[in-house]
Each structure stands twice: as C-alpha cells, then as structure tokens.
C-alpha cells in the first residue's frame, strides 16, 4: 500500500510522543522543526512566520508551486500559542499611536487567534478557497494542531465552507 505523506507525517510523529519543549514563544520553530526533523525533512519546504498563518505565506505558497512544483501544503499551530495572549487591536494601537498618518495599518492582520483549532481551520479555508492556489494543491492542505506538552500531532477537519 502506498502511504500518503500526510499518513507518513502522522505515523512518524507519533515517534516523537513524549518530546517536552518548554518555550512557547519559539513555537513555531521548535515545533516546526521537532516534527520535521523526524520526517521526510528533504522533501518539506517549513515556512515559518509569528502564529504560523497562512495569510502572511501565501506569495510562498505561490511561488513554491511555480518554482518548485508544490503538492500539498500543511498547517501546523501549537497549544500555548503566544497568539493567544494579544488581540489585533492592541497591536494596531500600538502601530498607529507611532505612525498615526499610515491608515493602511488599519487593515493590517498580525495573527491573533482565540482557538487554535480555528485558527487552523480559517488558515486551510484561505488556503482552500484562495485563487491564487491551485485546486490540486488547495485538494492536498491538511491542518495540525501541535501539542507543545506531547510533541503530539492531532489533525484538525475541515469541512468545505467553513
Ligand atoms: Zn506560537
């Protein structure tokens, strides 16, 4: 039987189970890299970014299916996601209280999120609805939550029209 990749992510993560990584600010690299390193690491592009979206990675993702034939794009985020201790408000405040003439900060998005299964379903839904990826690959987006405590995988379903 042939396994599928995302098959293989999984089944080699759970080789990993146990791993306890206790720096949450660096999430997105250490558990990019701890799940990778495991896996078919030749074959994975990791992009990295605060909160690991989709939104800030998407010229990635098109220049990667150009460039270099991309199948299949998957999102991971994590448990304790320092994401989850600011608000966007906050954060444009912040901006604009320095650069009150930039009103293009208004629409800015930096990646907060409540829920991070929600999180990684509204980043498969860009991903899965977005023009600019090509239904082949926008068929192959599978998301992950990644346990910071277990170094465990759980994958987060996606239901068209989320
Ligand atoms: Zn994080």
Do not use: W
């Not at 098109?62 to 991309?70: E, N, T």
């Amino acid at each position: 039987m042939c396994q599928s990749f995302h098959e293989t992510l999984l089944e080699r993560n759970k080789q990993v189970d146990g791993i306890s990584i206790p720096a949450p600010t660096i999430g997105e690299q250490v558990a990019l890299g701890r799940v990778f390193e495991t896996t078919l690491v030749n074959q994975v592009l990791i992009s990295r970014n605060p909160a690991g979206r989709v939104a800030p990675a998407l010229q990635q993702v098109m220049l990667f299916d150009v460039f270099l034939g991309l199948k299949s794009v998957i999102v991971i985020h994590h448990t304790d996601c320092g994401a989850s201790q600011f608000k966007e408000a906050e954060v444009r405040k912040a901006h604009k209280s320095r650069l009150p003439d930039h009103s293009e900060i208004d629409n800015m998005v930096f990646g907060a999120f409540d829920d991070v299964e929600q999180s990684v379903r509204d980043d498969l839904h860009i991903l899965k609805t977005s023009p600019y990826v090509p239904k082949r690959i926008a068929d192959q987006c599978f998301g992950y939550v990644y346990d910071i405590k277990t170094g465990l995988l759980t994958p987060v379903d996606y239901v068209d029209g989320q």
